[in-house]
Protein backbone atom coordinates (compact mmCIF):
# COMPACT_ATOMS: atom_id res chain seq x y z
CA UNK A 1 0.00 0.00 0.00
CA UNK A 2 1.27 3.30 -1.21
CA UNK A 3 2.16 5.85 1.55
CA UNK A 4 -0.49 8.81 2.33
CA UNK A 5 2.26 11.55 2.97
CA UNK A 6 4.22 12.90 0.61
CA UNK A 7 7.41 14.90 0.88
CA UNK A 8 8.27 18.19 -1.00
CA UNK A 9 11.60 19.08 -0.65
CA UNK A 10 12.19 22.87 -2.12
CA UNK A 11 16.01 23.22 -2.97
CA UNK A 12 18.29 25.63 -2.59
CA UNK A 13 16.50 26.31 0.64
CA UNK A 14 16.51 22.31 1.65
CA UNK A 15 13.04 23.27 3.09
CA UNK A 16 10.90 20.34 3.23
CA UNK A 17 7.17 20.03 3.75
CA UNK A 18 4.22 17.09 4.22
CA UNK A 19 1.18 17.42 1.58
CA UNK A 20 -1.42 14.51 1.36
CA UNK A 21 -0.56 12.80 -1.80
CA UNK A 22 -3.20 13.30 -4.51
CA UNK A 23 -3.10 17.44 -3.44
CA UNK A 24 -2.89 20.31 -5.45
CA UNK A 25 0.48 21.35 -5.46
CA UNK A 26 0.19 24.84 -5.62
CA UNK A 27 -2.28 24.79 -2.44
CA UNK A 28 0.02 21.93 -0.89
CA UNK A 29 2.85 25.32 -1.16
CA UNK A 30 0.32 27.46 0.26
CA UNK A 31 -0.90 25.68 2.94
CA UNK A 32 3.00 25.68 4.51
CA UNK A 33 3.19 29.87 4.04
CA UNK A 34 5.04 29.56 0.71
CA UNK A 35 3.55 31.85 -1.39
CA UNK A 36 4.21 31.99 -5.54
CA UNK A 37 2.95 34.44 -7.51
CA UNK A 38 -0.75 32.91 -9.08
CA UNK A 39 -2.71 36.44 -10.59
CA UNK A 40 -5.61 33.86 -10.97
CA UNK A 41 -5.81 32.43 -7.95
CA UNK A 42 -5.16 28.70 -9.49
CA UNK A 43 -7.52 28.83 -12.32
CA UNK A 44 -4.35 27.62 -14.63
CA UNK A 45 -4.91 31.00 -16.67
CA UNK A 46 -2.22 33.34 -15.95
CA UNK A 47 1.27 30.93 -16.26
CA UNK A 48 2.78 32.33 -13.32
CA UNK A 49 2.66 29.89 -10.71
CA UNK A 50 5.97 27.91 -12.32
CA UNK A 51 7.73 25.61 -10.42
CA UNK A 52 11.00 22.99 -12.03
CA UNK A 53 10.45 19.75 -10.56
CA UNK A 54 13.57 17.68 -10.25
CA UNK A 55 12.33 14.41 -9.45
CA UNK A 56 9.61 12.37 -8.07
CA UNK A 57 6.34 11.57 -9.28
CA UNK A 58 3.50 13.68 -10.25
CA UNK A 59 0.65 14.64 -12.32
CA UNK A 60 1.21 17.36 -14.41
CA UNK A 61 -1.86 19.37 -16.59
CA UNK A 62 -1.75 20.50 -20.06
CA UNK A 63 -0.86 24.32 -20.70
CA UNK A 64 0.03 26.52 -23.15
CA UNK A 65 1.56 28.52 -20.57
CA UNK A 66 5.24 26.19 -21.05
CA UNK A 67 7.40 25.61 -24.19
CA UNK A 68 8.82 21.79 -24.83
CA UNK A 69 11.75 22.63 -23.82
CA UNK A 70 10.25 24.09 -20.08
CA UNK A 71 8.26 20.95 -19.82
CA UNK A 72 10.96 18.84 -20.79
CA UNK A 73 13.44 20.43 -18.37
CA UNK A 74 10.60 19.56 -15.47
CA UNK A 75 8.54 23.17 -16.00
CA UNK A 76 5.40 22.54 -14.31
CA UNK A 77 2.33 25.24 -13.21
CA UNK A 78 1.73 24.55 -9.50
CA UNK A 79 -2.25 24.82 -9.38
CA UNK A 80 -2.14 22.13 -12.57
CA UNK A 81 0.00 19.77 -10.65
CA UNK A 82 -1.04 17.11 -8.34
CA UNK A 83 1.40 15.60 -6.38
CA UNK A 84 1.80 11.82 -6.49
CA UNK A 85 5.07 11.06 -4.68
CA UNK A 86 8.08 12.80 -2.62
CA UNK A 87 9.42 15.33 -4.78
CA UNK A 88 12.29 17.71 -5.04
CA UNK A 89 11.51 21.04 -6.68
CA UNK A 90 13.10 24.55 -7.09
CA UNK A 91 11.03 27.89 -7.32
CA UNK A 92 12.28 29.76 -10.65
CA UNK A 93 12.67 33.92 -9.60
CA UNK A 94 9.95 35.08 -12.01
CA UNK A 95 7.16 32.76 -9.34
CA UNK A 96 8.80 34.05 -6.56
CA UNK A 97 6.91 36.58 -4.14
CA UNK A 98 9.35 38.79 -2.59
CA UNK A 99 7.90 39.60 0.49
CA UNK A 100 11.03 42.23 0.94
CA UNK A 101 11.64 45.44 -0.51
CA UNK A 102 7.68 46.85 -1.22
CA UNK A 103 8.36 49.85 -2.10
CA UNK A 104 5.64 52.66 -0.27
CA UNK A 105 4.64 56.05 -2.37
CA UNK A 106 4.73 59.65 -1.26
CA UNK A 107 2.85 59.41 1.89
CA UNK A 108 6.20 60.49 4.08
CA UNK A 109 5.99 63.45 1.59
CA UNK A 110 2.61 63.89 2.75
CA UNK A 111 2.87 63.70 6.18
CA UNK A 112 6.03 65.91 6.34
CA UNK A 113 4.74 68.26 4.39
CA UNK A 114 1.03 68.30 5.85
CA UNK A 115 0.03 70.49 3.16
CA UNK A 116 -3.47 70.07 2.56
CA UNK A 117 -4.17 68.95 6.23
CA UNK A 118 -3.92 71.14 9.28
CA UNK A 119 -2.69 70.13 12.56
CA UNK A 120 -4.97 67.74 14.22
CA UNK A 121 -5.41 67.28 17.80
CA UNK A 122 -4.28 63.85 19.15
CA UNK A 123 -7.61 62.73 20.74
CA UNK A 124 -7.52 58.76 19.87
CA UNK A 125 -10.79 56.72 20.50
CA UNK A 126 -8.81 54.90 23.78
CA UNK A 127 -7.39 56.85 26.67
CA UNK A 128 -5.31 55.91 29.29
CA UNK A 129 -5.62 57.51 32.88
CA UNK A 130 -2.99 57.18 35.54
CA UNK A 131 -5.08 57.46 38.09
CA UNK A 132 -4.45 58.20 42.32
CA UNK A 133 -7.12 57.12 44.17
CA UNK A 134 -7.58 57.76 47.88
CA UNK A 135 -6.60 55.16 50.18
CA UNK A 136 -10.14 53.37 51.84
CA UNK A 137 -11.01 53.71 55.18
CA UNK A 138 -13.47 53.49 57.73
CA UNK A 139 -14.77 56.88 56.72
CA UNK A 140 -14.73 56.32 52.88
CA UNK A 141 -16.22 52.67 52.04
CA UNK A 142 -16.69 52.71 48.56
CA UNK A 143 -15.56 50.06 46.70
CA UNK A 144 -12.76 49.72 44.62
CA UNK A 145 -14.46 50.36 41.55
CA UNK A 146 -16.72 53.35 43.03
CA UNK A 147 -12.84 54.74 43.62
CA UNK A 148 -12.08 54.82 40.31
CA UNK A 149 -14.97 56.16 38.67
CA UNK A 150 -14.61 59.28 41.00
CA UNK A 151 -11.13 59.42 40.23
CA UNK A 152 -11.92 59.47 36.07
CA UNK A 153 -14.77 62.05 36.76
CA UNK A 154 -12.39 64.34 38.58
CA UNK A 155 -10.09 63.75 35.09
CA UNK A 156 -13.14 65.18 33.16
CA UNK A 157 -14.17 61.83 32.06
CA UNK A 158 -18.02 60.62 31.54
CA UNK A 159 -18.15 58.15 33.99
CA UNK A 160 -21.79 58.04 34.90
CA UNK A 161 -21.93 54.68 33.86
CA UNK A 162 -18.82 52.18 33.79
CA UNK A 163 -18.73 48.79 32.62
CA UNK A 164 -15.79 46.43 33.67
CA UNK A 165 -15.63 43.18 32.21
CA UNK A 166 -15.56 40.32 35.01
CA UNK A 167 -12.00 39.16 34.28
CA UNK A 168 -10.88 42.37 35.02
CA UNK A 169 -12.72 43.19 38.12
CA UNK A 170 -11.93 39.76 39.53
CA UNK A 171 -7.79 41.38 39.64
CA UNK A 172 -8.93 44.91 40.39
CA UNK A 173 -8.76 44.69 44.36
CA UNK A 174 -5.35 43.14 44.70
CA UNK A 175 -3.96 45.87 41.16
CA UNK A 176 -4.76 49.08 43.29
CA UNK A 177 -3.48 47.59 46.45
CA UNK A 178 -0.08 46.32 44.28
CA UNK A 179 0.21 50.01 42.92
CA UNK A 180 -0.30 50.93 46.26
CA UNK A 181 -3.81 52.99 45.34
CA UNK A 182 -2.08 54.18 42.15
CA UNK A 183 -3.97 52.31 38.89
CA UNK A 184 -3.44 53.20 35.15
CA UNK A 185 -6.69 53.03 33.62
CA UNK A 186 -7.85 52.32 29.57
CA UNK A 187 -11.05 53.43 28.76
CA UNK A 188 -12.94 53.62 25.64
CA UNK A 189 -16.29 55.65 25.35
CA UNK A 190 -19.34 53.61 25.47
CA UNK A 191 -22.62 55.22 24.02
CA UNK A 192 -24.14 55.46 28.26
CA UNK A 193 -20.61 56.11 29.71
CA UNK A 194 -17.44 54.27 29.72
CA UNK A 195 -15.78 50.76 28.97
CA UNK A 196 -12.95 50.16 31.12
CA UNK A 197 -10.57 47.48 28.75
CA UNK A 198 -7.44 47.56 30.81
CA UNK A 199 -6.20 48.05 34.59
CA UNK A 200 -2.93 48.42 35.49
CA UNK A 201 -1.08 48.54 38.93
CA UNK A 202 1.29 52.17 39.15
CA UNK A 203 1.49 54.40 36.39
CA UNK A 204 1.45 52.64 33.16
CA UNK A 205 0.23 55.50 31.08
CA UNK A 206 2.97 56.01 28.85
CA UNK A 207 2.06 51.99 27.34
CA UNK A 208 -0.75 53.18 24.90
CA UNK A 209 -0.83 52.38 21.63
CA UNK A 210 -2.44 51.52 18.47
CA UNK A 211 -1.89 50.23 14.41
CA UNK A 212 -3.19 51.93 11.70
CA UNK A 213 -3.48 49.36 8.81
CA UNK A 214 -4.48 49.83 5.28
CA UNK A 215 -5.53 46.67 3.78
CA UNK A 216 -4.57 46.50 0.02
CA UNK A 217 -5.52 43.68 -2.46
CA UNK A 218 -1.14 42.99 -3.11
CA UNK A 219 0.35 44.70 0.54
CA UNK A 220 -0.60 45.16 3.27
CA UNK A 221 0.86 48.55 5.35
CA UNK A 222 1.24 49.07 9.17
CA UNK A 223 1.89 51.65 10.96
CA UNK A 224 2.68 51.44 14.90
CA UNK A 225 1.73 54.58 16.95
CA UNK A 226 1.80 56.06 20.34
CA UNK A 227 -1.81 56.70 21.00
CA UNK A 228 -0.53 59.62 24.00
CA UNK A 229 1.25 61.80 21.68
CA UNK A 230 0.55 60.42 17.77
CA UNK A 231 4.08 59.67 16.94
CA UNK A 232 4.86 56.50 14.46
CA UNK A 233 6.93 54.56 16.07
CA UNK A 234 7.32 52.63 13.09
CA UNK A 235 6.29 51.22 10.35
CA UNK A 236 5.88 47.98 8.66
CA UNK A 237 4.85 46.89 4.99
CA UNK A 238 4.58 43.07 3.63
CA UNK A 239 2.26 41.66 0.72
CA UNK A 240 -1.36 40.53 1.37
CA UNK A 241 -0.49 36.40 2.04
CA UNK A 242 -3.94 36.25 -0.22
CA UNK A 243 -2.22 36.99 -3.05
CA UNK A 244 -1.27 32.94 -3.59
CA UNK A 245 -5.53 32.69 -3.98
CA UNK A 246 -5.37 35.36 -7.08
CA UNK A 247 -4.07 38.89 -7.85
CA UNK A 248 -7.57 41.00 -7.81
CA UNK A 249 -10.67 41.11 -6.12
CA UNK A 250 -12.88 39.36 -8.38
CA UNK A 251 -10.16 36.16 -8.19
CA UNK A 252 -10.30 36.62 -4.37
CA UNK A 253 -14.27 36.42 -4.73
CA UNK A 254 -14.39 33.90 -6.59
CA UNK A 255 -11.42 31.71 -4.14
CA UNK A 256 -13.88 32.45 -1.40
CA UNK A 257 -16.45 30.17 -2.79
CA UNK A 258 -14.16 27.37 -2.65
CA UNK A 259 -14.37 24.81 -0.04
CA UNK A 260 -13.09 26.51 2.95
CA UNK A 261 -12.00 29.51 0.69
CA UNK A 262 -13.21 31.96 2.91
CA UNK A 263 -11.69 30.40 5.52
CA UNK A 264 -8.23 30.38 3.97
CA UNK A 265 -8.28 33.77 2.90
CA UNK A 266 -9.34 35.28 6.18
CA UNK A 267 -6.48 33.43 7.91
CA UNK A 268 -4.16 34.60 5.69
CA UNK A 269 -4.64 38.02 6.03
CA UNK A 270 -4.94 38.11 9.66
CA UNK A 271 -1.57 36.05 9.53
CA UNK A 272 -0.18 38.65 7.37
CA UNK A 273 -1.41 41.16 10.19
CA UNK A 274 -0.23 39.33 12.83
CA UNK A 275 3.32 39.22 11.26
CA UNK A 276 4.00 42.95 10.68
CA UNK A 277 2.36 43.50 13.99
CA UNK A 278 4.95 41.35 15.60
CA UNK A 279 8.01 42.66 13.62
CA UNK A 280 6.79 46.79 15.13
CA UNK A 281 6.14 45.24 18.64
CA UNK A 282 9.54 43.63 18.40
CA UNK A 283 11.73 46.31 16.98
CA UNK A 284 10.11 49.12 19.41
CA UNK A 285 10.00 46.36 22.47
CA UNK A 286 6.22 46.60 23.07
CA UNK A 287 4.36 43.84 24.34
CA UNK A 288 1.39 42.85 22.38
CA UNK A 289 -1.12 43.72 25.33
CA UNK A 290 -0.27 47.13 25.58
CA UNK A 291 -1.85 47.81 21.71
CA UNK A 292 -5.47 48.86 22.68
CA UNK A 293 -6.83 50.59 19.23
CA UNK A 294 -6.81 49.68 15.56
CA UNK A 295 -8.18 51.73 12.53
CA UNK A 296 -8.65 49.44 9.30
CA UNK A 297 -9.39 50.90 5.98
CA UNK A 298 -9.44 48.54 2.56
CA UNK A 299 -11.47 48.28 -0.07
CA UNK A 300 -14.99 46.92 0.94
CA UNK A 301 -14.00 42.75 -0.32
CA UNK A 302 -10.53 42.89 1.66
CA UNK A 303 -12.34 44.54 4.71
CA UNK A 304 -15.21 41.61 4.51
CA UNK A 305 -12.58 38.82 3.79
CA UNK A 306 -10.32 40.43 6.93
CA UNK A 307 -13.51 40.03 9.16
CA UNK A 308 -14.54 36.34 7.65
CA UNK A 309 -17.25 37.74 5.67
CA UNK A 310 -19.06 36.52 2.43
CA UNK A 311 -18.09 38.87 -0.16
CA UNK A 312 -19.89 37.45 -2.75
CA UNK A 313 -22.95 39.49 -3.35
CA UNK A 314 -19.94 42.52 -3.90
CA UNK A 315 -19.50 41.25 -7.16
CA UNK A 316 -23.34 40.35 -8.14
CA UNK A 317 -26.26 43.56 -9.08
CA UNK A 318 -27.19 45.40 -7.61
CA UNK A 319 -23.78 45.39 -5.70
CA UNK A 320 -24.55 45.46 -2.10
CA UNK A 321 -21.77 44.76 0.55
CA UNK A 322 -22.75 43.31 3.70
CA UNK A 323 -21.67 46.35 5.75
CA UNK A 324 -20.54 49.75 4.54
CA UNK A 325 -18.26 50.30 8.25
CA UNK A 326 -16.86 48.09 10.66
CA UNK A 327 -19.47 47.54 13.39
CA UNK A 328 -17.76 49.88 16.09
CA UNK A 329 -18.21 47.28 18.88
CA UNK A 330 -15.95 44.28 16.79
CA UNK A 331 -12.74 43.46 19.36
CA UNK A 332 -9.16 42.73 17.29
CA UNK A 333 -8.99 39.57 19.21
CA UNK A 334 -12.34 38.31 17.91
CA UNK A 335 -11.03 37.71 14.41
CA UNK A 336 -7.50 36.56 15.45
CA UNK A 337 -5.44 40.41 16.07
CA UNK A 338 -3.15 39.51 18.81
CA UNK A 339 -3.33 42.73 20.75
CA UNK A 340 -5.15 43.20 24.37
CA UNK A 341 -7.74 41.39 24.52
CA UNK A 342 -10.21 44.17 24.91
CA UNK A 343 -8.71 46.43 21.55
CA UNK A 344 -11.40 47.26 19.39
CA UNK A 345 -11.28 47.98 15.46
CA UNK A 346 -12.80 50.92 14.16
CA UNK A 347 -12.87 51.37 10.19
CA UNK A 348 -14.44 54.60 7.99
CA UNK A 349 -17.03 53.91 5.64
CA UNK A 350 -16.73 53.39 2.21
CA UNK A 351 -18.96 54.99 -0.27
CA UNK A 352 -20.22 52.24 -2.34
CA UNK A 353 -19.48 48.73 -3.05
CA UNK A 354 -16.11 49.78 -4.93
CA UNK A 355 -14.85 53.01 -3.41
CA UNK A 356 -14.39 51.77 -0.26
CA UNK A 357 -12.64 52.79 2.86
CA UNK A 358 -9.33 53.22 1.49
CA UNK A 359 -10.66 55.77 -0.54
CA UNK A 360 -12.27 57.94 2.65
CA UNK A 361 -9.28 57.35 4.05
CA UNK A 362 -7.54 58.95 0.85
CA UNK A 363 -9.42 62.35 0.62
CA UNK A 364 -9.17 62.03 4.33
CA UNK A 365 -5.60 62.52 4.30
CA UNK A 366 -5.73 64.90 1.08
CA UNK A 367 -8.32 66.88 2.57
CA UNK A 368 -10.09 67.85 -0.65
CA UNK A 369 -13.31 67.81 1.09
CA UNK A 370 -11.94 70.66 2.89
CA UNK A 371 -10.69 72.73 -0.02
CA UNK A 372 -12.00 75.50 -1.68
CA UNK A 373 -10.22 74.27 -5.10
CA UNK A 374 -11.69 72.02 -7.63
CA UNK A 375 -9.90 69.03 -6.80
CA UNK A 376 -9.97 65.54 -8.64
CA UNK A 377 -8.59 62.27 -5.98
CA UNK A 378 -7.89 59.77 -8.18
CA UNK A 379 -6.51 56.47 -6.66
CA UNK A 380 -5.05 54.06 -9.77
CA UNK A 381 -5.10 50.57 -9.47
CA UNK A 382 -6.71 47.38 -10.67
CA UNK A 383 -9.68 49.74 -10.00
CA UNK A 384 -9.68 53.40 -10.52
CA UNK A 385 -11.17 55.38 -7.74
CA UNK A 386 -12.45 58.72 -8.40
CA UNK A 387 -13.88 61.66 -6.23
CA UNK A 388 -14.18 65.02 -7.56
CA UNK A 389 -15.46 68.27 -6.04
CA UNK A 390 -14.39 70.53 -2.73
CA UNK A 391 -15.43 71.84 0.27
CA UNK A 392 -19.27 72.02 -0.33
CA UNK A 393 -19.41 69.08 -2.83
CA UNK A 394 -17.94 65.80 -3.40
CA UNK A 395 -18.96 62.87 -5.78
CA UNK A 396 -17.53 60.07 -6.77
CA UNK A 397 -17.16 56.77 -9.09
CA UNK A 398 -15.09 53.73 -10.29
CA UNK A 399 -13.81 51.79 -13.02
CA UNK A 400 -12.64 48.51 -13.47
CA UNK A 401 -8.29 49.06 -15.16
CA UNK A 402 -7.47 45.36 -15.19
CA UNK A 403 -4.06 44.37 -13.17
CA UNK A 404 -1.71 46.17 -15.46
CA UNK A 405 -1.00 48.74 -13.45
CA UNK A 406 0.45 46.79 -10.97
CA UNK A 407 2.18 44.35 -13.15
CA UNK A 408 -0.60 41.79 -14.02
CA UNK A 409 -1.70 40.85 -17.62
CA UNK A 410 1.92 42.08 -18.76
CA UNK A 411 4.11 39.26 -19.06
CA UNK A 412 7.02 40.52 -17.38
CA UNK A 413 4.82 42.59 -15.37
CA UNK A 414 5.51 41.97 -11.68
CA UNK A 415 5.32 44.22 -8.10
CA UNK A 416 7.25 47.38 -7.41
CA UNK A 417 9.93 44.86 -4.93
CA UNK A 418 13.53 43.93 -5.35
CA UNK A 419 14.78 43.62 -8.90
CA UNK A 420 11.87 45.38 -10.32
CA UNK A 421 12.37 47.74 -13.20
CA UNK A 422 10.91 51.33 -12.03
CA UNK A 423 11.83 53.49 -14.69
CA UNK A 424 12.74 53.44 -18.42
CA UNK A 425 14.22 56.19 -20.45
CA UNK A 426 15.03 55.48 -24.29
CA UNK A 427 17.11 57.35 -26.49
CA UNK A 428 14.89 58.34 -30.03
CA UNK A 429 17.89 57.87 -32.00
CA UNK A 430 19.50 54.57 -31.14
CA UNK A 431 16.32 53.40 -29.59
CA UNK A 432 18.75 52.18 -27.06
CA UNK A 433 17.11 52.01 -22.85
CA UNK A 434 18.65 53.06 -20.12
CA UNK A 435 16.68 52.03 -16.69
CA UNK A 436 16.63 51.56 -12.73
CA UNK A 437 15.47 48.69 -10.91
CA UNK A 438 14.27 48.73 -6.96
CA UNK A 439 17.31 48.38 -4.48
CA UNK A 440 19.62 48.44 -8.20
CA UNK A 441 19.30 44.85 -8.39
CA UNK A 442 19.53 42.96 -11.58
CA UNK A 443 16.21 43.57 -13.23
CA UNK A 444 13.26 40.37 -12.43
CA UNK A 445 10.33 42.19 -13.89
CA UNK A 446 9.32 45.65 -14.54
CA UNK A 447 6.63 47.21 -12.30
CA UNK A 448 3.54 50.02 -12.96
CA UNK A 449 5.91 53.13 -12.78
CA UNK A 450 8.46 51.38 -15.14
CA UNK A 451 5.58 50.03 -17.69
CA UNK A 452 4.27 53.37 -18.00
CA UNK A 453 7.49 54.80 -18.77
CA UNK A 454 8.68 52.34 -21.14
CA UNK A 455 4.95 52.91 -23.34
CA UNK A 456 5.35 56.41 -23.31
CA UNK A 457 9.07 56.39 -24.28
CA UNK A 458 8.42 54.22 -26.91
CA UNK A 459 5.53 55.92 -28.09
CA UNK A 460 7.58 59.37 -28.01
CA UNK A 461 11.00 57.52 -30.00
CA UNK A 462 8.65 56.53 -32.69
CA UNK A 463 8.73 52.53 -31.69
CA UNK A 464 4.66 52.23 -31.40
CA UNK A 465 2.40 54.25 -33.35
CA UNK A 466 -0.77 56.03 -31.94
CA UNK A 467 -2.71 52.63 -31.65
CA UNK A 468 0.11 51.05 -29.79
CA UNK A 469 1.41 48.79 -32.80
CA UNK A 470 4.91 48.32 -32.87
CA UNK A 471 6.76 49.80 -36.04
CA UNK A 472 7.70 46.65 -37.65
CA UNK A 473 9.78 48.67 -40.37
CA UNK A 474 12.85 50.32 -38.05
CA UNK A 475 14.82 46.86 -38.41
CA UNK A 476 16.72 47.19 -34.74
CA UNK A 477 17.56 44.41 -32.88
CA UNK A 478 15.65 45.12 -29.67
CA UNK A 479 12.19 45.13 -31.79
CA UNK A 480 11.26 41.60 -32.85
CA UNK A 481 8.78 38.79 -33.07
CA UNK A 482 8.72 36.58 -30.43
CA UNK A 483 6.21 33.81 -29.15
CA UNK A 484 4.23 36.53 -28.09
CA UNK A 485 3.81 38.81 -31.20
CA UNK A 486 5.84 41.64 -31.51
CA UNK A 487 8.02 43.63 -28.85
CA UNK A 488 10.74 45.39 -27.66
CA UNK A 489 13.75 44.21 -25.72
CA UNK A 490 14.29 45.84 -22.58
CA UNK A 491 16.63 43.91 -21.00
CA UNK A 492 18.99 41.19 -22.24
CA UNK A 493 19.06 37.85 -20.91
CA UNK A 494 22.59 38.32 -19.76
CA UNK A 495 21.91 41.72 -17.49
CA UNK A 496 18.36 40.13 -16.09
CA UNK A 497 18.38 37.54 -12.79
CA UNK A 498 15.61 35.70 -14.53
CA UNK A 499 17.76 34.02 -17.57
CA UNK A 500 15.51 35.78 -19.90
CA UNK A 501 15.55 38.67 -22.14
CA UNK A 502 13.07 40.83 -20.38
CA UNK A 503 10.47 42.73 -23.12
CA UNK A 504 6.72 44.70 -23.32
CA UNK A 505 4.80 42.82 -26.39
CA UNK A 506 2.31 44.41 -28.58
CA UNK A 507 -0.08 42.35 -25.94
CA UNK A 508 0.83 44.41 -22.68
CA UNK A 509 1.12 47.50 -24.38
CA UNK A 510 -2.66 46.73 -25.50
CA UNK A 511 -3.64 46.13 -22.13
CA UNK A 512 -2.30 49.10 -20.47
CA UNK A 513 -3.82 51.70 -23.35
CA UNK A 514 -7.04 49.57 -22.28
CA UNK A 515 -6.39 50.46 -18.91
CA UNK A 516 -5.20 54.12 -19.02
CA UNK A 517 -8.50 54.50 -21.44
CA UNK A 518 -10.84 53.03 -18.56
CA UNK A 519 -9.05 55.65 -15.79
CA UNK A 520 -9.28 58.70 -18.37
CA UNK A 521 -13.19 57.44 -19.84
CA UNK A 522 -14.16 57.33 -16.23
CA UNK A 523 -12.86 60.90 -15.14
CA UNK A 524 -14.11 62.64 -18.34
CA UNK A 525 -17.31 61.04 -17.93
CA UNK A 526 -17.92 61.76 -14.39
CA UNK A 527 -16.83 65.67 -14.70
CA UNK A 528 -19.26 65.95 -17.48
CA UNK A 529 -22.05 63.95 -15.72
CA UNK A 530 -22.00 67.62 -12.99
CA UNK A 531 -21.19 70.17 -15.36
CA UNK A 532 -17.40 70.19 -15.54
CA UNK A 533 -14.80 69.72 -18.15
CA UNK A 534 -11.08 68.58 -17.48
CA UNK A 535 -9.34 72.21 -17.69
CA UNK A 536 -11.52 73.31 -14.86
CA UNK A 537 -9.88 70.90 -12.26
CA UNK A 538 -7.75 72.74 -10.04
CA UNK A 539 -5.99 70.41 -8.36
CA UNK A 540 -4.99 66.53 -9.42
CA UNK A 541 -4.01 64.42 -6.46
CA UNK A 542 -3.04 60.68 -7.37
CA UNK A 543 -2.50 58.23 -5.03
CA UNK A 544 -2.02 54.49 -5.54
CA UNK A 545 -0.65 51.48 -7.15
CA UNK A 546 3.18 52.72 -9.00
CA UNK A 547 5.37 52.04 -6.25
CA UNK A 548 7.25 55.12 -4.83
CA UNK A 549 7.56 56.86 -8.28
CA UNK A 550 4.73 57.96 -10.88
CA UNK A 551 6.43 60.14 -13.90
CA UNK A 552 3.69 62.34 -14.24
CA UNK A 553 4.62 63.65 -17.40
CA UNK A 554 4.82 60.52 -18.73
CA UNK A 555 1.36 59.71 -17.61
CA UNK A 556 0.04 62.14 -19.65
CA UNK A 557 2.45 61.67 -22.42
CA UNK A 558 -0.16 58.08 -22.96
CA UNK A 559 -3.26 60.28 -21.92
CA UNK A 560 -3.65 58.47 -18.34
CA UNK A 561 -3.70 61.93 -16.80
CA UNK A 562 -4.96 64.73 -18.82
CA UNK A 563 -2.72 67.76 -20.27
CA UNK A 564 -2.77 70.21 -17.94
CA UNK A 565 0.10 72.21 -16.44
CA UNK A 566 2.29 70.05 -14.08
CA UNK A 567 2.20 71.74 -10.48
CA UNK A 568 -1.89 71.44 -10.80
CA UNK A 569 -0.57 67.55 -10.10
CA UNK A 570 0.51 65.86 -6.55
CA UNK A 571 1.56 62.46 -6.33
CA UNK A 572 0.64 61.29 -2.70
CA UNK A 573 1.68 57.52 -2.64
CA UNK A 574 -0.33 55.63 -0.07
CA UNK A 575 -2.43 57.86 1.18
CA UNK A 576 -5.47 55.25 2.61
CA UNK A 577 -2.13 54.47 5.38
CA UNK A 578 -2.28 57.91 6.22
CA UNK A 579 -5.69 58.50 6.54
CA UNK A 580 -6.51 55.41 8.53
CA UNK A 581 -3.31 56.97 10.88
CA UNK A 582 -4.70 60.11 11.40
CA UNK A 583 -8.59 58.70 11.73
CA UNK A 584 -6.39 56.58 14.40
CA UNK A 585 -5.30 59.30 16.38
CA UNK A 586 -8.14 61.90 16.18
CA UNK A 587 -11.67 60.59 16.92
CA UNK A 588 -13.15 64.14 15.66
CA UNK A 589 -11.18 63.21 12.36
CA UNK A 590 -12.96 60.04 12.64
CA UNK A 591 -16.19 61.16 13.39
CA UNK A 592 -16.00 64.32 10.83
CA UNK A 593 -14.72 62.08 8.09
CA UNK A 594 -17.79 59.71 8.52
CA UNK A 595 -19.93 63.16 7.88
CA UNK A 596 -18.28 63.72 4.83
CA UNK A 597 -18.77 60.13 3.68
CA UNK A 598 -22.35 60.28 4.00
CA UNK A 599 -22.41 63.17 1.96
CA UNK A 600 -20.62 62.02 -1.34
CA UNK A 601 -22.80 60.94 -4.25
CA UNK A 602 -21.86 57.90 -6.10
CA UNK A 603 -22.05 57.71 -9.75
CA UNK A 604 -22.99 54.44 -11.70
CA UNK A 605 -20.46 54.42 -14.88
CA UNK A 606 -21.60 51.22 -16.07
CA UNK A 607 -24.75 52.23 -16.59
CA UNK A 608 -23.88 55.89 -18.02
CA UNK A 609 -24.47 55.94 -21.75
CA UNK A 610 -21.41 57.74 -22.60
CA UNK A 611 -18.80 55.71 -20.81
CA UNK A 612 -18.16 52.94 -23.64
CA UNK A 613 -18.15 56.76 -26.17
CA UNK A 614 -15.36 57.57 -23.81
CA UNK A 615 -13.28 54.97 -23.32
CA UNK A 616 -13.29 53.59 -27.16
CA UNK A 617 -11.79 57.26 -27.69
CA UNK A 618 -9.31 56.92 -24.82
CA UNK A 619 -8.05 53.90 -26.57
CA UNK A 620 -5.49 55.67 -28.80
CA UNK A 621 -2.05 57.54 -27.36
CA UNK A 622 -2.83 59.68 -26.02
CA UNK A 623 -6.33 59.85 -26.97
CA UNK A 624 -8.21 60.22 -30.51
CA UNK A 625 -8.77 63.58 -29.82
CA UNK A 626 -5.71 65.13 -30.21
CA UNK A 627 -6.48 68.18 -29.30
CA UNK A 628 -6.92 67.41 -25.63
CA UNK A 629 -3.19 66.86 -25.56
CA UNK A 630 -1.63 69.60 -27.40
CA UNK A 631 2.06 69.32 -25.64
CA UNK A 632 2.29 65.95 -26.39
CA UNK A 633 1.53 66.73 -29.70
CA UNK A 634 4.36 69.12 -30.25
CA UNK A 635 6.64 66.79 -28.49
CA UNK A 636 5.62 63.81 -31.17
CA UNK A 637 6.46 65.77 -33.60
CA UNK A 638 9.82 66.56 -32.39
CA UNK A 639 11.23 63.32 -31.66
CA UNK A 640 8.85 60.97 -34.08
CA UNK A 641 10.78 58.86 -37.18
CA UNK A 642 8.32 57.75 -38.95
CA UNK A 643 6.02 55.41 -36.82
FE1 LIG B 1 -1.37 28.73 -11.90
FE2 LIG B 1 -2.44 31.08 -12.52
S1 LIG B 1 -1.77 29.53 -13.83
S2 LIG B 1 -2.01 30.27 -10.58
Redesign the pocket.
Known sequence: MGKDVCHIKIVPEDRVIKVAKGSNL?SGLQDAGIHIA????????????KVVIKSGEYNAGITP?LSKTEVSEGYA????TLVEGDLTLSIPPSSKVLGEGIISGGEKRLIDERWAIGPWDVKPRTKSFCLSLSPPSLDDNRSDLERIGSALSSQGCNSYHIHCPLYLLKNLARQVRDGEWKVTVTIIPACDGIEIIDIQPGKACLQHYGVAIDVGTTTVVCYLVDLNDGRIIASEADYNAQISCGEDIISRIIFGRSQKGLERLHNLVISTINRLILQLLKGAQIKPDRLFSFMVVGNTTMIHLLLGLDPRYIRESPYIPTFSSIPHYIKASEIGIHANKNAYLSGLPSIASYVGSDITAGFLAAGIYRLSEMSVFIDIGTNGEIVVGNKDWLVAASCSAGPAFEGGEVKFGMRASTGAIDSVRIDPQSFEPVYSTVHKQSARGICGSGILDCLAEMFLAGLINRRGKINRELYHPRIREGTDGWEYVIVWEKDTAIGKDICLTEVDIDNIIRAKGAVFAAMKVLLKEIGFTVDQVDLFLIAGGFGHCLNIENAITIGLLPDLPFERFRYLGNSAIIGAYMALISEDLRQEISEVAKGVTYIELSTSASFMDEYVSALFLPHTDQSLFPNVGSKTSLNRKGA
Do not use: V
Not at 77 to 80: H, P, Q, R
Open positions: LSSCGGQGTCGKCFLACL
